[in-house]
């Protein structure tokens, strides 16, 4: 019985990472990130090229965060000079302490994007992710 129920749960551990359905503009995939302790869970996310992304940002911190969404190039802008609020652009957002946040995001070809918060001293404490694009 034991086995069975190892087996089960390996199995459902293996279901939640394969990603449903593709999202479209009309209707985007949906995808949470939790962030605690000034983390961001899940580190990486997989999407297809040409995909939209409903990202929900939940922080479960007493502190205020960003998501930032973007290459190297945009998380070097972000990292020498943090706007007081984002929300206005795709793939960039605030989150309040204890709040929850959402960014629409369409991805091009494939590659991988990064995610950070550039809030001073996160992005080099480690507060940052990817996203691959296949």
């Known amino acids: ?20 359905p593709r999202g479209t503009r009309e209707r985007p995939r949906k995808v949470v990130i939790r962030i605690e302790h000034s983390a961001f869970l899940p580190e990486e ?3 297809a090229a040409g995909e939209t992304v409903r ?11 960003e998501f930032i969404l973007g290459d190297a190039a945009l998380q070097d802008v972000h990292e020498r000079g943090t706007e007081a609020h ?9 989150v ?7 960014t629409t995001f369409t991805f091009g070809g494939g590659g991988t994007l990064i995610f950070g918060c550039h809030l ?5 404490y480690g507060m940052r992710g ?3 694009v296949a």
Do not use: K, Q, W
């Open 86 to 94: 984002h929300g206005d652009r795709p793939g960039e957002v605030s």
């Open 55 to 65: 990202f929900v940002l939940e922080n479960g911190d007493p502190i205020g965060h």
């Open 1 to 20: 019985m034991a086995l069975v129920a190892s087996a089960a749960l390996a199995l459902s551990a293996c279901a939640a990472d394969v990603p449903g």
């Open 120 to 124: 001073p001293g996160h992005y080099a």
């Open 130 to 132: 990817t996203v691959r």
């Open 96 to 102: 309040p302490s204890g709040g929850t946040a959402e």
């Open 45 to 47: 996310v997989g999407v």
